[in-house]
């Protein structure tokens, strides 16, 4: 797919909120896609809705703000006003302090040893003395839980799993089910799977090297079945064209002008979709 295909305007049907076409769906034949439930709601369906189009949302309904501030870190605003930061770090920072920020140990870019000091909560992704990370937080409207997972450390020959060092952050909000991935760096087994429940957004570094390779990630997408992948956590416009070719026989593919998209339950995709979000 060449890089002007990847990179067009979105398609007429998100600006004008029609439904996306019922598609195939990846290991599966040709069906509609309808989302099932998460353990606290019950996820619908139509279109993302890029936060610059000014559509008009039903009054009744709950929306959420997502900017992708850059590498995988994006800034969740939640209906009552909760600010959450993921991979909180020392320089991919939000214009505003977040209320709420997470991290993981991976590398200097995903957490910071000195959040901002009026951050109120810091959820590290990581355990101490051996013993993972736990958190389950409700903070007005969100509620917040991580599943934790291993990671890669040292080089070569001196490699080793660090046990529990990585944390999938799912936040609850608006009807919404919205897993950040963190710096995963293996398949999930069905334990994992069972534990993250019903998602219906996926924040997912598509790096291919760093993180998982595509081959593993695309598996790690199909496991979880989400109606929304947004991609994160990639090194240039080659390695996300890349990630994106892999799927586009299976997802829709999607592009936001602005960093900044609203979701809610009646935007979610009829068909599994890919929806690029520049950073900030």
Not at 83 to 110: G, K, L
Not at 199 to 227: F, H, K, Y
């Amino acid at each position: 797919m060449t890089d002007r295909r990847l990179f067009s305007s979105i398609v007429v049907s998100t600006l004008l909120g029609m439904t996306f076409a019922a598609g195939p769906v990846l290991g599966q034949d040709a069906q509609e896609w309808e989302p099932e439930k998460c353990p606290r709601f019950v996820a619908s369906i139509p279109n993302v809705i890029p936060a610059s189009y000014r559509v008009l949302v039903q009054a009744e309904e709950s929306t959420v703000r997502l900017t992708y501030i850059g590498h995988s870190t994006f800034l969740i605003e939640s209906p009552a006003g909760v600010t959450i930061a993921t991979d909180y770090n020392d320089t991919a920072r939000p214009s505003i302090v977040p209320e709420i920020v997470t991290m993981n140990r991976a590398h200097s870019s995903h957490f910071t040893f000195y959040p901002d000091p009026d951050v109120v909560h810091v959820l590290r992704g990581w355990g101490e003395d051996g013993v993972p990370a736990r958190h389950e937080l409700t903070v007005r409207d969100v509620w917040i839980r991580n599943v934790t997972t291993n990671i890669r450390g040292g080089f070569g020959t001196s490699m080793t799993i660090q046990r529990d060092m990585n944390s999938m952050f799912v936040f609850e909000v608006a009807g919404l089910c919205i897993a950040h991935l963190g710096h995963l760096h293996h398949p999930l087994t069905p334990d994992h799977l069972k534990a993250l429940g019903r998602i219906d957004v996926v924040l997912a570094p598509v790096d291919g090297s760093m993180t998982l390779n595509v081959d593993d990630m695309i598996e790690v997408l199909s496991d979880i079945q989400a109606p929304l992948v947004i991609p994160m956590h990639y090194f240039g416009q080659s390695t996300l064209a890349h990630f994106i070719s892999r799927l586009e026989e299976h997802y829709a593919v999607e592009m936001s002008d602005a960093p900044t998209v609203t979701l809610s339950r009646s935007t979610l995709p009829r068909r599994q979709t890919v929806l690029v979000v520049p950073p900030r």
